[in-house]
């Protein structure tokens, strides 16, 4: 059976699909979490997940989020339910592996180590390393025992997966994916910004705030208002904003270099606290990818950076430089330019400052609006968007500067489009246009704007390119079966296992988190 799967094993479809279990199963990366080394978060038939495989697969999907997104954050995870989702997949892999033993499914020893000496991962000029085993296992936090027995069940939820292979798809259904994915629509928009008109709004009162409140639904606007700035506004951890000299040694570093980068950090020490300017002295001595900043670490909370570093930096006053700190990277020099008090407002608290500030952002959305449809009662005089923009923008008495831009083409069924973001109401508008009609009757809002929009062009598909495109759409819709046949099988069997969770498995609230690790720590 092993052997069967290596062969297939570079199959673009059961690469993804058994791609997805093995994400589910193992996290690489270090947790942010420092989560304690035991105790468990779920168990699967009475077989413990432990809560620092979880904590550490968490913050690798958190950090792949990010790596997409930059501004992907606390708020962010919360709404997608990342945490969630996370412990979920290692329950259904848990449950795959235990299904496959039931079937009398088996990893044996040999296959097991050959499957480890075969993965990349550990290998040093192609061949397996002892040495490089060890070092990722320390930086995924897991011991050789734990990360064995992850990749025995691994394997074992691959080897029950092969079953959904052969899903068939029909020509018709390809056809139909492609016509639908090639037929686009290309239009032009014209953002009128809100918080430009927030100078025109005048004094907000706080009886003006008190009326907003009074309204119906004016809770919810402020809960949401909350919600959304929670992580960035009213619960924020306490940081350090730092400079850093790092001067790289680690175990590996032979003596002689060790010693010679030891005596490169006291240098630079002995540069900063003879008066040098930091930042002069960073981009002369420091090794790290901040050098030619000045060092600059910016400003980061506790659990962010290395222990040792953490520990010196909040332990410091404002302008006051650390001593040499050794580190497994080596030797770190720290200077605290900055430290940023939490923030910590319930929703209570703050009730009446967001209902000042909605009703300000309501006016100056208001003034927006009326604004986006001037500029759209205009642009039938004008063949683009863009000369409508220009035109308007000769006027001196024009509240900000307009510039109009194309989405570039995009397929119906499509809510989140170039340039807009999340923006279903302009999306199906889009498709009622024509070279008739290329301007809507109104304009439309989005979060931080009202949109005049105009249809640029149509694109039809063509014939010719569609056995191009057919191979790697059969596969696409093959996958999307699988993972329908997948998710039903998840259920069926979630259904058929005894599943305990920790409901602190969906906490985000990163104080609450704080409390339980200082527990743990405790017992």
């Not at 570079?10 to 105790?39: E, K």
């Not at 449950?95 to 993965?119: S, Y």
């Not at 070092?135 to 936090?141: F, G, K, S, T, V």
């Not at 629509?185 to 009886?207: M, Q």
């Amino acid at each position: 059976m092993l052997s069967a799967l290596r062969r297939n094993k570079n199959n673009p479809i059961i690469t993804i699909l058994l791609g997805a279990v093995a994400v589910l199963m193992i996290g690489f990366g270090v947790s942010i979490q420092s989560g304690p080394a035991g105790g468990h978060i779920a168990t699967v038939d009475g077989e413990g997940i432990l809560e620092s495989d979880y904590n550490t697969r968490y913050a690798s999907m958190f950090r792949s989020r990010q790596q997409r997104d930059r501004q992907y954050d606390r708020t962010r995870a919360q709404a997608d339910k990342l945490r969630e989702s996370t412990i979920y997949g290692m329950i259904t892999g848990k449950i795959l592996a235990l299904e496959a033993q039931e079937r009398g499914l088996a990893v044996d020893d040999a296959a097991l180590r050959q499957d480890i000496l075969d993965n990349e991962m550990f290998q040093v000029d192609g061949k397996f390393d002892k040495e490089q085993y060890e070092r990722m296992l320390n930086y995924m936090q897991t011991t050789d025992r734990n990360f064995e027995a992850s990749e025995r069940e691994r394997i074992l939820a691959q080897l029950y997966l092969t079953a959904l292979q052969g899903v068939p798809v029909s020509d018709e259904e390809i056809r139909l994916e492609w016509e639908q994915n090639e037929r686009k629509v290309n239009i032009e928009i014209l953002r009128v910004k809100k918080d430009a008109f927030l100078s025109e709004v005048g004094t907000v009162t706080p009886e003006d705030a008190a009326a907003f409140k009074a309204k119906e639904g004016s809770d919810v606007e402020i809960k949401a208002f909350y919600s959304k700035n929670k992580a960035s506004r009213y619960d924020v951890p306490k940081k350090v904003c730092a400079q850093q000299i790092l001067v790289r040694a680690d175990k590996h570093t032979p003596p002689d270099l060790f010693e010679e980068a030891r005596q490169k950090a006291k240098k630079a020490w002995d540069a900063v606290n003879g008066g040098q300017d930091f930042a002069a002295v960073a981009k002369k001595f420091s090794d790290g990818n901040n050098a030619n900043k000045g060092g600059d670490m910016g400003c980061f909370a506790i659990g962010q950076v290395l222990p040792q570093v953490e520990e010196a930096a909040f332990g410091m006053k404002t302008g006051e430089v650390s001593s040499i700190i050794k580190t497994n990277f080596g030797f770190t020099i720290v200077k605290v330019n900055e430290i940023k008090e939490p923030v910590q407002k319930k929703l209570e608290d703050v009730e009446d400052e967001i209902a000042m500030e909605l009703v300000k952002l309501d006016r100056a959305g208001a003034l927006a609006k009326k604004d986006a449809e001037r500029l759209l009662a205009k642009a039938p005089e004008h063949e683009t968007l863009a000369a409508l923009t220009a035109k308007a923008n000769e006027d001196p008495n024009k509240p900000m500067t307009y510039s109009a831009e194309e989405t570039g083409p995009f397929p119906a069924g499509r809510d989140f489009l170039p340039r807009l973001g999340s923006a279903s109401q302009i999306a199906a508008a889009a498709w009622s246009l024509s070279d008739e009609k290329p301007l809507p009757d109104r304009p439309y809002e989005t979060d931080d704007a009202w949109v005049v929009i105009r249809l640029k062009e149509k694109v039809e598909p063509k014939a010719s390119e569609f056995e191009m495109a057919k191979k790697s759409l059969m596969y696409s819709q093959m996958i999307d079966k699988q993972n329908a046949v997948f998710d039903g099988l998840s259920m069926a069997l979630r259904k058929k296992h005894e599943v305990e969770i920790d409901p602190f498995a969906f906490v985000y609230d990163e104080t609450i988190r704080a409390e339980r690790r200082q527990q743990r720590q405790q017992f």
